[in-house]
């Protein structure tokens, strides 16, 4: 039984990452995700949606003042993580990365 405790659980998911934020966006109007004055619609019975945006890896900064010492790399897309049905036509957008950001509890 300890050894089931010390087995890591896989990445909630799935994972979206489109080619920009305006792809993303008309993604989630398409399936009905933002409301009238166009915020996503986070959570319903049905769904859980979080938009992460644009991620960013790595960086050095300065620990006193905060500056930027070295700038972060930002990885390519517009990211959102879905726990809900699939909407029509997200097949393409689904990725599946090792190391996720963030995921759903």
């Known amino acids: 039984m300890t050894e089931e405790?010390?087995?890591p659980l896989p990445p909630s998911g799935p994972f979206f990452r489109f080619p920009d934020e305006a792809t993303g966006m008309a993604a989630l109007e398409a399936a009905g995700l933002l409301?009238?004055?166009?915020?996503?619609?986070t959570a319903s019975h049905t769904?859980?949606?979080?938009?992460v945006g644009a991620?960013?890896?790595?960086?050095e900064y300065d620990p006193?003042?905060?500056?930027?010492?070295?700038?972060?790399?930002v990885l390519?897309?517009?990211?959102?993580?879905l726990a809900g049905?699939?909407?029509?036509?997200?097949?393409?957008y689904v990725?599946?990365?090792?190391?996720?950001?963030?995921?759903?509890?």
Do not use: M
């Not at 500056?67 to 972060?72: A, G, H």
């Open 5 to 7: 405790l010390l087995t």
């Open 35 to 41: 409301t009238e004055d166009g915020d996503p619609i």
């Open 47 to 51: 769904h859980a949606l979080d938009v």
């Open 55 to 59: 991620i960013s890896r790595g960086g």
């Open 64 to 73: 006193e003042t905060g500056e930027v010492l070295v700038p972060p790399t």
């Open 76 to 81: 390519d897309g517009w990211h959102c993580n």
């Open 85 to 92: 049905d699939l909407p029509d036509g997200w097949e393409e």
């Open 95 to 105: 990725v599946r990365p090792e190391q996720p950001v963030r995921v759903f509890a």
